[in-house]
């Protein structure tokens, strides 16, 4: 099975990936994990990547695509859950096109849906260890210790793209580019709409029983 999770910002879409993960024994390709992997090895793509991400804004459409592409011809696994791939119109139609030269299509989408206000307080709350890559948030899971990482002790940090302005601009960028795909997948029969306001176990619940 290949699985699209999609969602805003901030939507939870990391955690239900995660547990679809495991759940299905799937590889999970997240394009965020890979931009940020080249922006901690300071590789030129990371460079690039860096300068929009701090601004809130999208990578570019043909760097993703290529980024994508590279890395699912090396996956070893028929079941993939693709988190935060695609983003628009050209990155689905690149990604169906790519699958059927290869005799191969997408079987289901997850929308996590929340609301905006909930999305930006959220993310702007979000804090995470530059070490281990924990996250924590200052009111649904804070640190044992205000500000320090529960595992090596590191001082947490606010990701730039998690500051509440550029939340905005990043949620702005979504509703343009992204929420587009809601009814592009859902003409083609394959969407699945999923109440993101409750807890992580229960989407998860709400996630499995659709599936």
């Known amino acids: 099975?290949?699985?699209?999770?999609?969602?805003?910002?901030?939507?939870?879409?990391?955690?239900?990936?995660?547990?679809?993960?495991?759940?299905?024994?799937?590889?999970?390709?997240?394009?965020?994990?890979?931009?940020?992997?080249?922006?901690?090895?300071?590789?030129?793509?990371?460079?690039?990547?860096?300068?929009?991400?701090?601004?809130?804004?999208?990578?570019?459409?043909e760097l993703t695509v290529e980024l994508v592409w590279d890395k699912l011809k090396s996956i070893d696994s028929e079941n993939i859950v693709l988190d935060g791939f695609p983003r628009n119109l050209f990155q689905a139609k690149a990604l169906d096109d790519g699958l059927k030269n290869n005799n191969d299509k997408i079987d289901v989408v997850i929308y996590i849906n929340v609301p905006e206000e909930e999305l930006i307080d959220r993310i702007s709350g979000r804090r995470v260890c530059p070490t281990c890559s924990r996250s924590y948030h200052?009111?649904?899971?804070?640190?044992?210790?205000?500000?320090?990482?529960?595992?090596?002790?590191?001082?947490?940090?606010?990701?730039?793209?998690?500051?509440?302005e550029t939340v905005r601009n990043r949620i702005k960028v979504y509703n343009e580019s992204t929420s587009v795909l809601v009814d592009y997948y859902k003409e083609q029969g394959i969407l699945i709409d999923i109440d993101?306001?409750?807890?992580?176990?229960?989407?998860?619940?709400s996630i499995k029983k659709s599936l």
């Open 196 to 205: 993101g306001t409750k807890t992580p176990e229960d989407v998860f619940e």
């Open 138 to 164: 200052i009111k649904s899971n804070p640190p044992k210790v205000d500000g320090i990482c529960d595992y090596d002790g590191s001082k947490l940090i606010q990701r730039e793209d998690d500051k509440e």
């Open 1 to 61: 099975m290949k699985s699209i999770l999609l969602g805003p910002p901030g939507a939870g879409k990391g955690t239900q990936a995660d547990k679809l993960v495991e759940y299905l024994n799937a590889y999970h390709l997240s394009t965020g994990d890979i931009f940020r992997e080249n922006i901690k090895n300071n590789t030129e793509l990371g460079k690039k990547a860096k300068s929009f991400m701090d601004k809130g804004e999208l990578v570019p459409d």
